[in-house]
Nanobody, 115 residues
Framework: QVQLVESGGGLFQAGGSLRLSCAASGTRFSIYVMGWYRQAPGKQRELVARITGDRTTNYADSVKGRFTISRDNAKNTVYLQMNSLKPEDTAVYYC?????????WGQGTQVTVSS
């Protein structure tokens, strides 16, 4: 059974940094794309960043230059380093892995950025 568990959220000040982690279990994740999405109150869930098995990355325009996605395949873990935080980064952040026709999601971790 595929499971994704996020951690690292909390309350942060604008301009600060944090790192989110997503620990995966249940399959060999090294071959799959892994991604981070976020959902702010009243808004649709949006892609923040994704990373392929060979570590090709892409980012939403709103986070380019500030966020960095990485993965440690030995630990089945994907990270999101978030720098230069802005209040508009406030959202629930979700880890995602698409496997075939299925989309697997973590439970989410709240990130709140105060101005």
């Amino acid at each position: 059974q595929v499971q994704l568990v996020e951690s690292g959220g909390g309350l942060f000040q604008a301009g600060g940094s944090l790192r989110l982690s997503c620990a995966a279990s249940g399959t060999r994740f090294s071959i799959y794309v892994m991604g981070w999405y976020r959902q702010a109150p009243g808004k649709q869930r949006e892609l923040v960043a994704r990373i392929t098995g060979d570590r090709t990355t892409n980012y939403a325009d709103s986070v380019k230059g500030r966020f960095t996605i990485s993965r440690d395949n030995a630990k089945n873990t994907v990270y999101l380093q978030m720098n230069s935080l802005k209040p508009e980064d406030t959202a629930v952040y979700y880890c995602n892995v698409p496997i075939g026709p299925e989309q697997y999601w973590g439970q989410g971790t709240q990130v709140t950025v105060s101005s």
